[in-house]
């Protein structure tokens, strides 16, 4: 399962009503790719795959690819801004290693 924070749920649901995407869900995914090896991948969708695993936290729905489920089970995706910048950011807790801009890891 994937938790999403109350700051995660309140900005996916306003850039989803911006973009007029309100019968979206979240699509999180891992990809290869970035200075540690692996990156997350993050959008909106509305198309189930077969090999799609599909839950619900926060009343937010979250849609993963099953090779990717296997690298994101636990994690929490949360949405962050500030002086460094401001976007969704994944705490992972199978990473064993990640970058300093927190959108790689490896395990």
Known sequence: MIKVTDN???????LMAN???DNHFIRVGVQ???CSG???NLE???QLGADDKSF?????QVVVDKKSFLY???TELDFQGGL???GFVFHNPNAGRTCGCGESFSL
Do not use: P
């Open 8 to 14: 995660a749920k309140q900005e996916a649901l306003k």
């Open 19 to 21: 973009d007029g995407k």
């Open 32 to 34: 290869g790719g970035g």
């Open 38 to 40: 692996l990156m997350y």
């Open 44 to 46: 909106f969708d509305n």
């Open 56 to 60: 619900e936290d926060n009343g937010i």
């Open 72 to 74: 994101l089970v636990g």
């Open 84 to 86: 460094n910048g401001k």
